[in-house]
Every structure is written in structure tokens, then in C-alpha cells.
């Protein structure tokens, strides 16, 4: 008979060996990004890729200088390994979530420690802006690349590759919600095979899934290799309890199967979900947010730096535009419109006028007639493809968001922010259930997660549960993935009209 210990040793090594080619493509794309950041920067500081960037002093009267390139191979060696060490591409990591971004961000941040470290002891006079521009440039094209290959995965896995084929073992309201939440989940790495539930209504409560479901788990490990699946996923409830849990788990021990708990907690408290292990007990921790930290300044200091400089590089496109709507029927370029902001203060938000003057006036009746033609999928928020009241040029830049970039002369006054919720209408904020009020805790923003989600396709209940997710969970690495993310959909726009 195998020992425990080969049995876990095979779970985890065909866990592993799933992930293995991603982790390889993974591993060449951050090689290139590195390479190519690296070359960069020594053409941008010494106009070439030959120069001396170091000399070392530290050896008596020998001195030893390295030149640009050696001292690239030196450092890109040198990160590749603390991305290793950190864990960046590790399977649990790779693919998915946030976590890979920020470690990456971590990695850029251990590497400058290691070079000032070894400039302090070796005394080395390095070139300090070829440093600079080395690291930014570089952890910019390793977080782009990573982004690119998840973009791959994603089409991978709509073909059937690189997924876990799992069993979900909890009762039928928890385990319907979290196959809404995979379904939902575009990077999703599993596959559900089979459902298993503890009462017979449950398994009839879940049948619009179409999915085998069983009323009794038996033997997990026998049903798994049966089924020939990868994983069985437990959702913490009355009827799982620890003790049951823990049986499961013992099972599960001479086996080449994973086990995977999924807490009875709500979805948005994910990433502020901590294991602390006490006496023994396996304890989760909910982070409370935080909506006034360092962190916010550091947001604040960003959203207007980086508002100055979109509004210098785009100046030409407000040009065009604002002479396109002149042109087209000499009413005011500009449109403002009251919108509720952080902490239910109204200010007036400006966007380019993509609708005939006075259009406003009519948006009541033309929402009520869409609303009794049922064609509305959003019916708190009225966004009409086909609407009358939009101009030739309106449609235009409403397609591609060109309308919104006024906005960020909203971020520089500090009414709005580059990435948050949507801001709403007073009328919308005066229907609001209780919960929906802690949109207001942070700033709206110019885009923020419904623009990269579906924008107008998204239901009412779909956009606010994506608002109030990012409330709760919102980070500096989450709002660079979406500035990265809002690129795309301006380019390959969906859902705007």
C-alpha cells in the first residue's frame, strides 16, 4: 500500500504539472519583459548598450567597471530568482487574482533593496537613472506581460485546457452561488463535474444547473476516481461541519485528490479573508476596509498626477472633439449634470454633450416607454442603444468614451477619482437600499469595474454588487489592472452606447 505521504506527494505534483506549460510561457514572458526593460533604459540614459553603468571601488587599487550589459544580465538574473523565491509563479498564484501583480510590484521593490544594499558594501557607483528607469520600465512590461499571458489562459481555458475538474459538496443556496460566481469569473481555473448535496430538495433546487448531482458524498476518494475528477470543493455550512470536514479530509489523505474549503462568507470579504491558525483551530480573519489610509493619499496623489498628464497627452483629442460637436449643431460643447460623490456630496460632473440640447427633458418618458416595452436589461440605469436624443458625433464618442474624458478635470477639482464606482444620479442614490449606500464611502470614478465588465449589458443587481466589491476590496494594484483593463475596452469597446 502507498504511503500517506506519496499519496499527498502525487496530489501535488499532478496538481502542479497541470499549471507546468503556463508556468513555462510565464517564465520566457517575464525573461523577454525584463530584457527588453532593461535595453530600454540603457538607451534612454546613455543612448546606447555599451556604456560603463557601474565601477566597483571596493577592491584596494584594482577597480573593476562592468559594463551596461553585464550589469542588465547581473540584475535581470537576480530578479528572476526573487520572483521565483516569492512565490510569482507559483500555482496557487499564476493566473489569477491580484496577488500576482502585487508580488510582482514586491519583487521590483526587493531588487532596488539588493542593489542599494550591494552599492553600500561594495561601494559601487552606479548609474543611479539607469536604475530608475530600468526597474519602472520593467516591472510596467512584467505586469503587462503577465496580463497578456492571463489573456491567453483565458482562451485556453475556454477550450477546455488548463482547468480542475471539481466536485462541489454544500447545500443548494451556497453551492448556486458560488457556480453564479465561476460563471461569472472569466479566469476561473475550475470545471464543475458533479454536485453533492445533503437533502433531496437541494438537489432538486439545483437541477436548472444540469449538472450530475448526488444526495450523499460516501466515499470521497473512491467517487473522485470515478468520476475522474481533480478536486472536491466543501462550502462551510450547518450541515459540513468541522468534524465532517475533517473525516472528508482524512479520506481525501490517501488519495491523489485536492480538497478545497470554501467559507460561508459573503463573496465581496474575499481578499480580506486572513487564515490565523490558534490553538490548533484554523481561524479566518475579516480585514475590516479601510477608506482613509495611507493608502488614499497615496490614491489621491496619483489620481491627480496622473489626470494632469492624461489631460496633456490627450489636449489634442479634446481639441478635435469639442470642434466635432461644435460643428454638428453649434449647441455648448460641454454637458453637466449633477452626480452624488463621496459621502453623498453633489457636484457637477462634465462630459462631452454626445445628446441634442435639452435631451434631458425627455429621458423620463422615453425610460417609461422602454421600461413597459421590457427591453430594458438594466432598468435602474437608462442606457438605450438606439437612443433618438444622441447626435452623429455622439454616437461616435460615446462608443469609444471619449464623452467621459472631461471628467478628469473632475479628478483634478477631487470630486472624482480615476478608478471607482460609478457615480449616480441623485435620482438613482434616492432609490437606494440601505447596503447600496457604502458606494458613496469612495470617490466615483472616470472608470472603475463596470466599464471593464459589460457596462450597459450588466443588470442592475450585477452592478451593484460589482461596485460594492470594489468598495470593499479596492487596492492600488486593483486600479492599475483596471486603468490597464479600460485601455482594451476603449479600443475593442463592448457594451458602450
Known amino acids: 500500500m502507498r504511503s500517506r505521504t506519496g499519496w499527498c506527494n502525487m496530489a501535488n505534483a499532478a496538481a502542479a504539472k497541470l499549471m507546468r506549460p503556463y508556468q513555462y510561457l510565464v517564465f520566457w514572458v517575464d525573461v523577454v519583459g525584463l530584457a527588453v526593460g532593461f535595453t530600454l533604459a540603457a538607451l534612454i540614459q546613455f543612448g546606447d ?53 502585487r508580488k510582482i510590484g514586491n519583487s521590483a521593490l526587493i531588487v532596488v533593496g539588493v542593489l542599494a544594499g550591494l552599492a553600500l558594501f561594495f561601494k559601487l557607483d552606479v548609474s543611479r537613472l539607469f536604475v530608475i528607469y530600468a526597474v519602472v520600465l520593467s516591472t510596467l512590461l512584467l505586469v503587462i506581460g503577465r496580463r497578456l499571458c492571463r489573456v491567453w489562459l483565458v482562451r485556453a481555458r475556454r477550450r477546455g485546457r488548463f482547468l480542475t475538474r471539481v466536485a462541489i459538496v454544500g447545500p443548494a443556496n451556497l453551492t448556486s452561488e458560488i457556480l453564479d460566481t465561476f460563471a461569472r469569473d472569466k479566469e476561473c481555473p475550475f470545471r464543475v463535474g458533479l454536485l453533492i448535496v445533503h437533502k433531496a430538495s437541494d438537489a432538486r433546487a439545483l437541477e436548472h444547473f444540469e449538472l450530475p448531482t448526488l444526495v450523499e458524498l460516501g466515499d470521497p476518494a473512491t467517487l473522485m476516481n470515478e468520476r475522474n475528477l481533480d478536486a472536491l470543493i466543501m ?17 481525501l489523505e490517501d488519495s491523489p485528490f485536492e480538497l478545497i474549503v470554501a467559507p460561508g462568507v459573503l463573496e465581496s470579504m474575499g481578499p480580506r479573508i486572513h487564515a490565523r491558525p490558534v490553538a490548533g483551530l484554523p481561524l479566518i480573519e475579516v480585514e475590516s476596509p479601510s477608506f482613509s489610509d495611507w493608502r488614499f ?55 462631452f454633450r454626445s445628446m441634442r440640447a435639452g435631451a434631458h427633458s425627455d429621458h423620463a418618458a422615453l425610460k417609461a416607454h422602454k421600461l413597459k416595452s421590457g427591453v430594458l436589461v438594466n432598468t435602474n440605469m437608462f442606457k438605450d442603444p438606439n437612443d433618438p436624443r444622441v447626435t452623429r458625433v455622439g454616437r461616435f464618442i460615446r462608443r469609444y468614451s471619449i464623452d467621459e474624458l472631461p471628467q478628469l478635470f473632475n479628478v483634478l477639482k477631487g470630486d472624482m477619482s480615476l478608478v471607482g464606482p460609478r457615480p449616480p444620479l441623485p435620482s438613482e442614490v ?3 437600499e440601505d447596503h447600496m449606500h457604502r458606494r458613496l464611502l469612495v470617490k466615483p470614478g472616470v472608470t472603475g469595474v463596470w466599464q471593464v ?17 470594489y468598495v470593499e476590496n479596492w487596492s492600488l494594484v486593483n486600479d492599475s489592472i483596471i486603468l490597464l483593463k479600460t485601455v482594451r475596452e476603449v479600443v475593442f469597446p463592448s457594451g458602450a452606447f
Not at 462550502?235 to 479520506?251: H, L
Open 235 to 251: 462550502v462551510s455550512s450547518d450541515a459540513t461541519s468541522a468534524s465532517y470536514i475533517r473525516r472528508v479530509g482524512w479520506n
Open 49 to 101: 548598450y555599451f556604456n560603463d553603468a557601474v565601477e566597483i571601488k571596493s577592491l584596494g587599487k584594482l577597480r573593476l567597471a562592468l559594463g551596461t550589459t553585464q550589469l542588465a544580465v547581473l540584475i535581470i538574473v537576480v530578479w528572476l530568482i526573487v520572483l521565483v523565491l516569492i512565490g510569482s509563479r507559483n500555482r496557487r498564484v499564476v493566473g489569477t487574482g491580484t496577488d500576482e501583480y
Open 430 to 432: 434616492a432609490d437606494y
Open 453 to 469: 465588465s459589460g457596462r450597459a449589458t450588466l443588470t442592475w443587481e450585477e452592478t451593484v454588487r460589482l461596485d460594492l466589491d
Open 297 to 351: 493619499v497615496v490614491k489621491q496623489t496619483f489620481d491627480f498626477i496622473g489626470a494632469v498628464i492624461l489631460i496633456v497627452v490627450l489636449s489634442p483629442v479634446f481639441l478635435v472633439t469639442g470642434a466635432a460637436i461644435k460643428a454638428g449643431d453649434r449647441d455648448p460643447v460641454f454637458f453637466t449634470q449633477d452626480r452624488i460623490g463621496r459621502n453623498g456630496r453633489v457636484f457637477k460632473m462634465l462630459k
